[in-house]
């Protein structure tokens, strides 16, 4: 079965209605119902499989981290739980056989991959904790279907070349294409964090220019992404561009569409929603958010 879908997501969670104070939530209102978009299409292609990439888990000196736990696990709120707002927690099943697979298909392509399992070989006590660049977007992306899909959380190297994270994708989108399973690829980003001198990152008039290229990447040329020059990088302070490059090799492997859906700068970082689709076949129209 093909990969059948991707992403681009952000994992504030104040997009989380729940986790947000009532007179809080309009200023996130347009990722949140960008989001909840995301979470229908996604549901559309009923999904056996989906693959997270995210910049908060596993930190892995110059090697992508692939989670081989047979469960992973987490609560949000995960920083300054306010006792007026409830706790979400979110549990799934690690497709431990994608995983591996991906694993073994990595190293053969000469990427530097390591598989990480927590607690125990195997059974309920090999539980991965999760981090908020999984959680936020698990919380709409698992909700709602018939069958629950099961998860494969990676993590992206920064001290690697771009252009093996990018190759990583490839990877992900070519055993997608040899596998039986339905796969969706989530890129969870946040993008510059320098948007206010507020915030704990101060401010940086590159993190404008940053997030204007991301966005002008997202709509006109994915790859051009990779070429945002080093020092705009630096000082914009994104966790965005080594999942985005993953997101890169998927998109081209699998020749999908994208559809920029929002972009908003709520508080001190900035947020975009895209939806990467395949395109119809010949002669159908149903493919999701059509």
Known sequence: MPLVYACLAPHGEPIIPPLARA?????YRQTTRAMQQLAREIRAVRPQTIVVATPHHLRL???IGIVTAEHVSGVLPMFAPDPALPRQ????RTDRAFAEALLAAARRRGIPAVGANYAAAGGRYSTMPLDWGTLVPLWFFLRGHRRRP??????????????????????????????RRRVVFVASADHAHAHRRSGPYGFSPAASRYDALMVRAVKDDLRS??????????????DSLWQVAMLVGVAERCRLR?????YQVPTYYGMICAAFRRPPRRGRTDAPGR
Do not use: T, W
Not at 225 to 238: F, G, N, Q, S, T
């Open 61 to 63: 000196q110059a090697h």
């Open 225 to 238: 992404a990779l070429r945002i020059p080093a020092a705009v990088v630096r000082e914009a302070k994104p």
């Open 89 to 92: 927690v979110i549990r799934a």
């Open 258 to 262: 994208p559809a920029l859906l929002s």
């Open 150 to 179: 099961a998860v494969v959380v990676v993590a992206p190297s920064r001290e690697i070349p771009l252009a093996q994270n990018v190759g990583f994708g490839a990877v992900i989108a070519d055993l997608a294409e040899r596998s």
């Open 23 to 27: 007179a809080e939530r309009p200023k």
